[in-house]
């Protein structure tokens, strides 16, 4: 794992993502309760999330947005969970800035 929360993991599997017009949608599995959030990788066609809050309340959907706009430095405004309130698998779409950002992330 790298100093900022990121395992590089394996990106070469591209059916995480897809273009929706002007942004773009990424399938998240989102792990909650973790001490630090955190990038683990591509696994089985999803983005891995460890996300440190707690899966009550929204807290872990408001800390998988906090962590995606600080990591990826970006305005929580660009990021906008679509799918998968009160699942672990989501539905994110992230604007293409926001999306470049964490391609250039988890790039091998």
């Not at 989102?30 to 807290?59: C, T």
């Not at 970006?74 to 964490?102: D, P, Q, W, Y």
Request: aromatic fraction near 6%; charged fraction near 25%.
């Amino acid at each position: 794992m790298r100093g900022n929360g990121v395992n590089m993991g394996k990106a070469a599997d591209s059916t995480w993502y897809r273009d929706d017009a002007d942004t773009m949608l990424i399938e998240v599995k989102a792990i909650p309760g973790a001490q630090v959030s955190s990038i683990d990788g591509i696994r089985n066609g999803v983005l891995l999330v460890h996300v440190a809050a707690a899966p009550e309340k929204g807290k872990a959907n408001a800390e998988l947005v906090k962590f995606f706009s600080k990591s990826l430095g970006c305005a929580k405004s660009e990021i906008e969970l679509v799918r998968g309130e009160t699942s672990r698998n989501k539905l994110v779409r992230l604007s293409f800035e926001a999306f470049g950002a964490l391609k250039a992330i988890i790039r091998p």
